[in-house]
């Protein structure tokens, strides 16, 4: 095969797109205290040890519990709107679509400090569930993309050919439309749950004295001789997001092949 | 209701209403109440509800706000350069040259750096980056470099090439999306009219691949003013941007009005130049079109840009003097709004979907 | 016809300002195969939408069977439908397809899958029932949207653009399959089409609409030979339009000459003055030299020809003629196809001629 010029610099952006991901293990694995090269040796350590920490835990348990909420939340919310906006026509549509999509571009520091204003003037204490609340916010646009993808490819007439049939509406969503969205739903809880589990910025804003994961996360990178231990947690967090994504992205797919369709790309 | 909505309405905004409603509550209320905090004032820890101008003032002639701003969109415009002209040509190799079965893959393996911790990621680039990071060692070994380079950590560069690779996504799947709607036929046919491949890309592909374009410089250019981690971890002082001022505002200072304030002038900052920028390129594109586009189009359409570059360059440099800092910002964004708006009503929308 | 199984009385639909339908009002039999039949646009594909229930009308009545379907929803009338997508369920396989209506039927398991092997083998797919539906073809896809309608012995079945997704062949066999079917299970088929061959070749009677409007009601014959008006003429095959002038029982027709108004055939019933006088192209014969002409004869030049195979379409430029004639003539044996420029013979009969007023 001729070498492309083009190729040869896809490889190479791959390689930079990638880089961080590949040093994590590295120096997760890396027998030594100091995160630079050259390399010690090889140790596991730095997992036991993730075992010792009970703040840790604590984090752990509190991302767990915000990414699933926000994951079933999100996908709810999207749900209704992505049903919305690929069957129905209403007055200022396109307006309210966007302003529901305006967290995807909107700096989150921006979304954030407002939500926190708000919270603070409102005197309601931040914790789990204003995480929760901002996650949500945050995960919606990314629910709705997906799943107005699975939406979009539903013919219209299936819907009307299953009550023509004799089902009723209710009967005709969960015969029809809900089977063949389901993948879609699984990859929109998916994702969502990735999201928030990564999520910083309006988790430390609104995480009170109730950290996650990136927020604990955060709090170490300040101390040299934890960050072999972030390591090794980042490596664990990459490869389960990894993994999820995997999947999200298989479901996507049978999604696509259920309805004979052919693949069109990744999520976004 | 007077008029009456129809059915199909009435149904399609009763299931749009919960995720409408929540956006409103969570999103549309708390943007409303900065912008409000932005004409109060913090008086030791109580909130001053009289409505002042007095923030805005502040943060329009504050030479350390002015800076941060400026170096915000000095970064953000850096990054979106870089992210939109490093990410073409993958976009490009994705769609033209990868088979179409391979083409799910490579964009799967795009976005799986995205979808991992954005913390850890960011924090990795300080690794590498570092005086006795990866890219030193490897320059020095290769003898390329006398000494370990400084310029790349700690500094502006280093949030550069950091947000650039946090982006890069972004960038590359609108242009992805454009490119692979260029109907292929469309090619050949500049090839069957006598074009050579080099002019077929600037005179078909690069034109029908601009909205797409576009859409990466927006999606990349306003999420990364407001960045806070990443000049907070590579950053270094030189690094400082608006996003990580509004934190100690609210949170070192907890002079809350005042990072609404800069929260509210940056986005009305962004929202002012985007509008700017891109109605005026409508502009520059009509300009080019009336005298039939080719050299003589494009030279217009360059003389009109760097015309309308040049008031607002001159303004921002020499218009203190005359109008104070402030009123320079000012009559600014007054020039900036007068001249979008107008171009949005007199001219229709053309070409590149702008 | 008798009791009409569906009266549509004054139906009028609005959206918003436009006016989609416009007092439709007409009868459609028991086991009648009627199309309905216009341009993209005229309201065609609504008014079987608001036969099968999915679009509320705005004022009138359909009636199915005697009785007022106003705030009927579509699974509760005697309709089904096969869709212009055909609207397969891409989820189930083609038996599951098939069988999707029966779900309420109350039928044991056994016998739904009688019903279902039945209803395959009655569109010739009897041999596909395990196959997934999105691995099928088009034909095979329209045929599944068949079989599952007709399961559910509905008293009419709705047919919206059936053979539009098809190829040419595919198209042409279709149309004799439905017609046979149609006959076999003898129930009312409504069509919708906007192609008139396919109305003309399968129809009983057709409803020509234009603008939300039925311009003419008839059985194909009659909507050919004698066109309501002239719009109908002309969107119902091809008809040449001359030029002509009426007046106390005579007509002057530009190029050709005087006739007797009563043998042509006027669908107002009188006409005088300036009007235009329709020809179909069949009804014009080309004379070869020698061949002994009538007295209702126009000599000309021959300006286009266009070959067909079976048939020949010969644009005739007529003397004291604009424009020139479009004619037909079934290429038999030893008869010449002419060519371009050479003088030709033109026989016509008033017989044929449809005069329209302008």
């Given at each position: 095969m001729r070498v492309r010029p083009l190729g040869v610099f896809a490889v190479l952006y791959l390689m930079f797109l990638y880089a961080p991901i590949i040093l994590l293990p590295i120096f997760a694995f890396n027998d030594g205290t100091v995160i630079a090269f050259p390399l010690r040796g090889f140790t596991t350590g730095w997992f036991a040890e993730l075992t010792q920490i009970p703040a840790l835990h604590e984090a752990t348990l509190n991302s767990l519990i915000i990414a699933c909420s926000v994951a079933v939340l999100a996908t709810c919310l999207g749900l209704f709107a992505a049903r919305a906006a690929t069957r129905y026509k209403f007055p200022l549509k396109g307006g309210i679509m966007g302003f529901i999509m305006l967290p995807l571009v909107l700096p989150e520091v921006i979304v954030a400090i407002s939500l926190l204003v708000v919270l603070m003037q409102l005197g309601i204490e931040t914790s789990i569930f204003t995480i929760i609340l901002g996650h949500t916010l945050l995960c919606m646009p990314f629910a709705i993309a997906i799943l107005q993808g699975s939406f979009s490819g539903l013919d219209q007439s299936l819907e009307e050919a299953a009550v023509d049939l004799g089902e009723t509406r209710a009967g005709a969503f969960r015969l029809v439309i809900l089977p063949l969205v389901t993948p879609g739903i699984i990859a929109s809880l998916l994702i969502c749950f990735i999201i928030s589990l990564d999520e910083f910025i309006i988790a430390f804003f609104l995480s009170g004295n109730e950290p996650t994961l990136p927020v604990y996360l955060w709090g170490q990178l300040r101390f040299p001789a934890r960050l072999p231990v972030v390591m090794a947690l980042g490596t664990i967090l990459v490869g389960l997001s990894i993994v999820l994504l995997i999947v999200a992205d298989v479901f996507r797919r049978r999604g696509l092949r259920k309805m004979g369709q052919q693949d069109a790309g990744g999520f976004l | 209701?007077?008029?009456?909505?129809?059915?199909?309405?009435?149904?399609?905004?009763?299931?749009?209403?919960?995720?409408?409603?929540?956006?409103?509550?969570?999103?549309?209320?708390?943007?409303?109440?900065?912008?409000?905090?932005?004409?109060?004032?913090?008086?030791?820890?109580?909130?001053?509800?009289?409505?002042?101008?007095?923030?805005?003032?502040?943060?329009?002639?504050?030479?350390?706000?002015?800076?941060?701003?400026?170096?915000?969109?000095?970064?953000?415009?850096?990054?979106?350069a870089v992210t939109v002209v490093t990410a073409f040509p993958i976009a490009y190799f994705i769609s033209f040259y990868v088979r179409p079965e391979k083409k799910a893959l490579w964009l799967f393996l795009i976005t799986i750096p995205f979808w991992t911790s954005y913390l850890i990621r960011i924090f990795l680039w300080r690794v590498i980056l570092a005086y006795d990071g990866p890219v030193n060692g490897t320059l020095l070994e290769l003898g390329i470099i006398e000494e370990p380079l400084s310029w790349i950590l700690y500094n502006a560069n280093a949030v550069v090439i950091t947000l650039a690779h946090a982006f890069a996504p972004f960038a590359i799947l609108p242009i992805f999306v454009s490119l692979e709607k260029i109907d292929r036929s469309?090619?050949?046919?500049?090839?069957?009219?006598?074009?050579?491949?080099?002019?077929?890309?600037?005179?078909?592909?690069?034109?029908?691949?601009?909205?797409?374009?576009?859409?990466?410089?927006?999606?990349?250019?306003?999420?990364?003013?407001?960045?806070?981690v990443t000049p907070r971890l590579v950053g270094g002082s030189g690094g400082t941007m608006i996003a990580n001022m509004i934190y100690v505002q609210i949170f070192d200072l907890s002079n809350r009005p005042m990072g609404a304030t800069l929260a509210v002038v940056a986005m009305l900052t962004v929202t002012i130049t985007l509008a700017w920028a891109i109605l005026h390129m409508r502009f520059w594109v009509h300009l080019s079109d009336r005298v039939g586009g080719g050299v003589a189009g494009l030279a217009l359409a360059g003389v009109a840009a760097a015309v309308d570059i040049g008031i607002l360059w001159w303004l921002f440099n020499k218009g203190d003097a005359w109008f104070g800092p402030a009123g320079t910002l000012g009559i600014m964004a007054a020039i900036m709004v007068f001249g979008a708006v107008s171009i949005a009503v007199l001219l229709p929308k053309g070409r590149w979907g702008i | 016809m008798s009791e009409p199984l569906i009266a549509m009385r004054d139906v009028n639909k609005y959206y918003g300002e436009y006016h989609a339908l416009r007092g439709i009002t007409a009868e459609i039999g028991a086991g009648e195969f009627f199309s309905l039949l216009g341009p993209s646009g005229c309201g065609k594909t609504t008014l079987l939408r608001a036969i099968a229930g999915f679009e509320e009308i705005s004022s009138g009545v359909i009636s199915l069977l005697g009785k007022d379907m106003a705030g009927v929803p579509p699974n509760q009338r005697p309709t089904n439908m096969v869709f212009q997508s055909y609207a397969i369920f891409p989820h189930l396989s083609v038996k599951q397809n098939v069988g999707f209506g029966l779900r309420k039927s109350g039928m044991g398991v056994a016998e739904k899958t009688r019903a279902i092997g039945e209803a395959l083998e009655m569109v010739g797919l009897g041999h596909l029932g395990g196959r997934a539906a999105h691995a099928l073809s088009g034909g095979q896809r329209q045929r599944v949207a068949l079989a599952r309608a007709l399961i559910l012995k509905p008293k009419v079945l709705l047919l919206d653009e059936p053979l539009s997704a098809l190829d040419r062949k595919m198209r042409e066999d279709m149309q004799v399959e439905l017609m046979k079917l149609q006959r076999e299970v003898g129930i009312t088929f409504v069509l919708v089409t906007h192609d008139q061959e396919e109305a003309l070749v399968m129809s009983d009677r057709i409803a020509v609409m234009f603008e939300g409007e039925i311009a003419q009601l008839a059985d194909p014959e009659v909507l050919y030979r004698r066109p309501a008006t002239k719009r109908v003429a002309d969107f119902i095959g091809v008809m040449n339009f001359l030029p002509g002038q009426a007046a106390d029982g005579t007509l002057e027709v530009a190029g050709l000459g005087q006739v007797d108004l009563d043998g042509t055939f006027v669908p107002d019933g009188s006409v005088s003055g300036a009007c235009s006088v329709g020809l179909r192209p069949e009804t014009l014969t080309l004379l070869a030299d020698g061949e002994a002409g009538s007295a209702r004869e126009a000599s000309g030049v021959i300006d286009e020809v266009v070959y067909y195979g079976d048939m020949t379409y010969y644009d005739v430029r007529l003397e004291g003629l604009p424009e020139p004639v479009r004619l037909s003539m079934r290429n038999i044996v030893g008869r010449d196809v002419l060519d371009v420029g050479a003088p030709a013979r033109v026989a016509w009969d008033p017989r044929a001629m449809v005069v329209f007023p302008d």
């Open positions: - | 209701m007077a008029q009456g909505l129809s059915r199909e309405a009435k149904q399609g905004l009763t299931i749009v209403s919960p995720a409408l409603i929540f956006a409103l509550l969570l999103l549309a209320v708390p943007l409303l109440t900065i912008i409000l905090f932005s004409f109060w004032t913090q008086n030791f820890l109580t909130i001053d509800r009289t409505f002042t101008l007095e923030n805005y003032s502040e943060a329009l002639t504050d030479p350390l706000y002015r800076a941060l701003m400026m170096r915000s969109l000095r970064i953000s415009a850096s990054v979106t469309l090619l050949e046919a500049a090839k069957d009219l006598g074009e050579g491949a080099v002019m077929t890309f600037f005179r078909v592909t690069l034109p029908l691949a601009m909205p797409g374009v576009l859409a990466a410089v927006l999606i990349v250019f306003i999420p990364t003013v407001g960045d806070y | -």
